[in-house]
Protein backbone atom coordinates (compact mmCIF):
# COMPACT_ATOMS: atom_id res chain seq x y z
CA UNK A 1 0.00 0.00 0.00
CA UNK A 2 2.27 2.52 1.10
CA UNK A 3 4.89 1.79 -2.09
CA UNK A 4 1.51 2.52 -4.56
CA UNK A 5 0.69 5.35 -2.03
CA UNK A 6 4.16 7.10 -2.99
CA UNK A 7 3.70 6.80 -7.01
CA UNK A 8 0.07 8.00 -6.32
CA UNK A 9 1.52 11.00 -4.30
CA UNK A 10 4.20 11.39 -7.20
CA UNK A 11 1.71 11.95 -9.97
CA UNK A 12 -0.46 13.73 -7.81
CA UNK A 13 1.74 16.68 -7.41
CA UNK A 14 2.88 16.20 -11.56
CA UNK A 15 -0.28 16.75 -12.69
CA UNK A 16 -0.55 19.53 -10.18
CA UNK A 17 2.59 21.06 -11.42
CA UNK A 18 1.23 20.82 -15.10
CA UNK A 19 -1.68 22.28 -14.05
CA UNK A 20 -0.18 25.48 -12.20
CA UNK A 21 2.26 26.14 -14.89
CA UNK A 22 -0.38 25.83 -17.17
CA UNK A 23 -2.89 28.07 -15.64
CA UNK A 24 0.03 31.00 -14.92
CA UNK A 25 1.32 31.23 -18.25
CA UNK A 26 -2.15 31.62 -19.44
CA UNK A 27 -2.41 34.46 -17.13
CA UNK A 28 0.58 35.85 -18.54
CA UNK A 29 -0.88 35.59 -21.60
CA UNK A 30 -4.29 36.18 -21.12
CA UNK A 31 -3.96 39.12 -24.01
CA UNK A 32 -2.64 36.68 -26.42
CA UNK A 33 -5.42 33.96 -25.63
CA UNK A 34 -8.10 37.18 -26.18
CA UNK A 35 -6.96 38.45 -29.47
CA UNK A 36 -6.71 35.03 -30.85
CA UNK A 37 -10.00 33.76 -29.55
CA UNK A 38 -8.52 30.68 -28.28
CA UNK A 39 -10.11 30.46 -24.76
CA UNK A 40 -12.01 27.16 -25.85
CA UNK A 41 -8.64 25.32 -26.57
CA UNK A 42 -7.04 26.76 -23.13
CA UNK A 43 -10.25 25.35 -21.81
CA UNK A 44 -9.34 22.20 -23.53
CA UNK A 45 -6.08 21.83 -22.36
CA UNK A 46 -7.00 22.94 -18.73
CA UNK A 47 -9.60 19.93 -18.68
CA UNK A 48 -6.82 17.57 -19.88
CA UNK A 49 -4.35 18.49 -16.65
CA UNK A 50 -7.39 18.98 -14.27
CA UNK A 51 -8.66 15.84 -15.30
CA UNK A 52 -4.99 14.07 -14.68
CA UNK A 53 -5.01 15.49 -11.29
CA UNK A 54 -8.74 14.35 -10.10
CA UNK A 55 -7.55 11.05 -11.23
CA UNK A 56 -4.21 10.77 -9.04
CA UNK A 57 -5.96 12.77 -6.38
CA UNK A 58 -8.92 10.01 -6.36
CA UNK A 59 -6.87 7.09 -6.53
CA UNK A 60 -5.45 8.33 -3.41
CA UNK A 61 -8.07 9.47 -1.61
CA UNK A 62 -9.36 5.64 -2.21
CA UNK A 63 -6.10 4.21 -1.27
CA UNK A 64 -6.05 5.74 2.02
CA UNK A 65 -10.04 4.76 2.44
CA UNK A 66 -8.89 1.18 2.05
CA UNK A 67 -5.64 1.06 4.30
CA UNK A 68 -7.96 1.52 7.58
CA UNK A 69 -10.42 -0.95 7.03
CA UNK A 70 -7.65 -2.98 5.73
CA UNK A 71 -5.88 -2.58 9.23
CA UNK A 72 -8.18 -3.06 11.32
CA UNK A 73 -9.82 -6.28 9.68
CA UNK A 74 -6.02 -7.90 10.07
CA UNK A 75 -6.00 -6.91 13.90
CA UNK A 76 -9.72 -8.97 14.03
CA UNK A 77 -8.47 -11.31 12.29
CA UNK A 78 -5.36 -11.98 14.36
CA UNK A 79 -7.66 -12.08 17.30
CA UNK A 80 -9.58 -14.77 15.33
CA UNK A 81 -6.78 -16.92 14.56
CA UNK A 82 -5.25 -16.90 18.21
CA UNK A 83 -9.01 -18.15 19.41
CA UNK A 84 -9.60 -20.21 16.63
CA UNK A 85 -6.15 -22.28 17.40
CA UNK A 86 -5.91 -21.22 21.09
CA UNK A 87 -9.08 -21.98 22.45
CA UNK A 88 -9.01 -25.78 21.62
CA UNK A 89 -5.52 -25.83 22.98
CA UNK A 90 -6.28 -24.21 26.42
CA UNK A 91 -9.07 -26.72 26.17
CA UNK A 92 -7.01 -29.87 26.17
CA UNK A 93 -4.69 -27.95 28.69
CA UNK A 94 -1.80 -27.66 26.22
CA UNK A 95 -1.87 -23.81 27.24
CA UNK A 96 -3.35 -21.90 30.68
CA UNK A 97 -6.08 -19.66 30.06
CA UNK A 98 -4.23 -17.00 31.41
CA UNK A 99 -1.38 -17.32 28.05
CA UNK A 100 -4.66 -17.54 25.98
CA UNK A 101 -5.88 -13.95 27.57
CA UNK A 102 -2.25 -12.75 27.72
CA UNK A 103 -1.57 -13.37 23.85
CA UNK A 104 -5.47 -11.75 23.30
CA UNK A 105 -4.18 -8.89 25.57
CA UNK A 106 -0.60 -8.68 23.45
CA UNK A 107 -2.40 -8.39 20.42
CA UNK A 108 -4.19 -5.45 21.38
CA UNK A 109 -1.59 -3.79 22.44
CA UNK A 110 0.32 -3.94 19.19
CA UNK A 111 -2.21 -3.67 17.18
CA UNK A 112 -2.13 0.32 17.84
CA UNK A 113 1.39 1.33 17.66
CA UNK A 114 1.14 -0.97 13.96
CA UNK A 115 -1.56 1.31 13.19
CA UNK A 116 0.14 4.35 13.39
CA UNK A 117 3.49 3.35 12.22
CA UNK A 118 1.28 2.75 8.83
CA UNK A 119 0.33 6.20 8.37
CA UNK A 120 3.66 7.64 9.74
CA UNK A 121 5.01 5.40 6.68
CA UNK A 122 2.62 6.84 4.76
CA UNK A 123 3.27 10.48 5.53
CA UNK A 124 7.02 9.81 5.06
CA UNK A 125 6.12 8.30 1.58
CA UNK A 126 4.14 11.52 0.61
CA UNK A 127 7.14 13.78 1.99
CA UNK A 128 9.80 11.72 -0.08
CA UNK A 129 7.61 12.80 -3.17
CA UNK A 130 7.44 15.98 -2.44
CA UNK A 131 10.99 16.24 -1.64
CA UNK A 132 11.59 14.52 -4.87
CA UNK A 133 9.61 17.18 -7.33
CA UNK A 134 11.17 19.87 -5.63
CA UNK A 135 14.66 18.41 -5.98
CA UNK A 136 13.91 18.34 -9.79
CA UNK A 137 12.85 22.17 -9.59
CA UNK A 138 15.93 23.30 -7.34
CA UNK A 139 19.00 21.20 -7.86
CA UNK A 140 17.87 19.89 -12.25
CA UNK A 141 19.91 16.84 -13.19
CA UNK A 142 22.10 18.54 -16.03
CA UNK A 143 24.64 16.46 -17.54
CA UNK A 144 27.93 17.79 -17.10
CA UNK A 145 30.67 16.20 -19.55
CA UNK A 146 34.27 15.59 -18.23
CA UNK A 147 35.95 18.38 -20.70
CA UNK A 148 39.25 20.14 -19.79
CA UNK A 149 39.68 23.45 -18.78
CA UNK A 150 36.50 24.42 -17.54
CA UNK A 151 36.27 28.22 -18.63
CA UNK A 152 34.45 30.62 -16.18
CA UNK A 153 31.45 32.73 -17.51
CA UNK A 154 32.07 36.40 -18.65
CA UNK A 155 29.78 39.10 -17.21
CA UNK A 156 27.79 41.18 -19.50
CA UNK A 157 26.16 39.80 -22.70
CA UNK A 158 27.79 37.17 -24.28
CA UNK A 159 28.40 36.17 -28.37
CA UNK A 160 26.10 33.68 -28.62
CA UNK A 161 26.26 31.45 -31.50
CA UNK A 162 24.69 28.04 -32.83
CA UNK A 163 26.50 26.26 -35.46
CA UNK A 164 24.43 22.91 -37.16
CA UNK A 165 22.45 22.10 -34.11
CA UNK A 166 20.81 18.71 -33.77
CA UNK A 167 19.15 17.52 -30.97
CA UNK A 168 17.15 14.48 -29.85
CA UNK A 169 15.97 13.49 -26.72
CA UNK A 170 16.43 10.40 -24.55
CA UNK A 171 13.47 8.43 -25.12
CA UNK A 172 13.52 8.88 -28.74
CA UNK A 173 16.67 8.96 -30.11
CA UNK A 174 15.32 8.88 -33.70
CA UNK A 175 13.28 11.91 -33.58
CA UNK A 176 15.29 14.76 -33.70
CA UNK A 177 13.70 18.18 -32.18
CA UNK A 178 15.98 20.15 -33.58
CA UNK A 179 17.92 19.79 -37.76
CA UNK A 180 20.84 21.49 -38.64
CA UNK A 181 19.88 24.79 -36.56
CA UNK A 182 22.36 27.77 -37.20
CA UNK A 183 21.88 31.18 -36.21
CA UNK A 184 24.07 33.82 -34.83
CA UNK A 185 23.07 36.43 -31.91
CA UNK A 186 25.60 39.26 -31.58
CA UNK A 187 25.75 40.26 -27.74
CA UNK A 188 23.39 42.84 -26.63
CA UNK A 189 21.11 41.85 -29.34
CA UNK A 190 17.63 40.86 -29.64
CA UNK A 191 16.75 37.61 -31.86
CA UNK A 192 12.28 36.41 -32.23
CA UNK A 193 11.94 32.84 -32.40
CA UNK A 194 8.49 31.77 -34.53
CA UNK A 195 7.08 28.02 -34.96
CA UNK A 196 3.75 26.17 -34.70
CA UNK A 197 3.43 24.01 -30.98
CA UNK A 198 5.91 21.16 -31.05
CA UNK A 199 8.63 23.41 -33.34
CA UNK A 200 11.52 23.22 -31.02
CA UNK A 201 11.66 26.23 -30.05
CA UNK A 202 11.27 25.82 -26.13
CA UNK A 203 14.03 22.80 -27.11
CA UNK A 204 16.13 25.66 -28.75
CA UNK A 205 16.20 28.02 -25.71
CA UNK A 206 17.14 24.78 -23.34
CA UNK A 207 19.97 23.44 -25.26
CA UNK A 208 21.21 27.31 -25.24
CA UNK A 209 20.72 27.59 -21.52
CA UNK A 210 22.34 23.72 -20.74
CA UNK A 211 19.23 22.46 -19.40
CA UNK A 212 19.93 20.14 -22.14
CA UNK A 213 23.40 19.33 -23.48
CA UNK A 214 23.95 19.01 -27.26
CA UNK A 215 26.08 15.82 -28.25
CA UNK A 216 28.22 18.49 -30.37
CA UNK A 217 29.47 21.83 -29.29
CA UNK A 218 27.18 23.02 -31.47
CA UNK A 219 26.29 26.11 -29.03
CA UNK A 220 29.14 28.60 -28.23
CA UNK A 221 29.52 31.65 -25.85
CA UNK A 222 31.70 33.89 -26.67
CA UNK A 223 33.14 31.00 -28.82
CA UNK A 224 33.55 28.67 -26.11
CA UNK A 225 31.59 25.26 -25.95
CA UNK A 226 28.79 26.01 -23.81
CA UNK A 227 29.20 22.99 -22.22
Given at each position: FIRRMFHLVHEMQAALAALSDLILSSYQGVA?????NASEAFFERFQVHNQQHLRASLLRAQMRAAIGPVLALTGSLNVFL???LGGPMAIRGEISAGELIAFTML???VSGPLHSISFL???FKQSQAAIERVNEIMDPEIERPDLP???PMSEGAP???VNQL???YPEAPDDQVLRDVTVDI?????LGVFGPTGSGKTTLLRCIARLYNPDDPAVRFNGTDVR
Open positions: TIQAFLLYIAYLAINPVHISSFSPASST
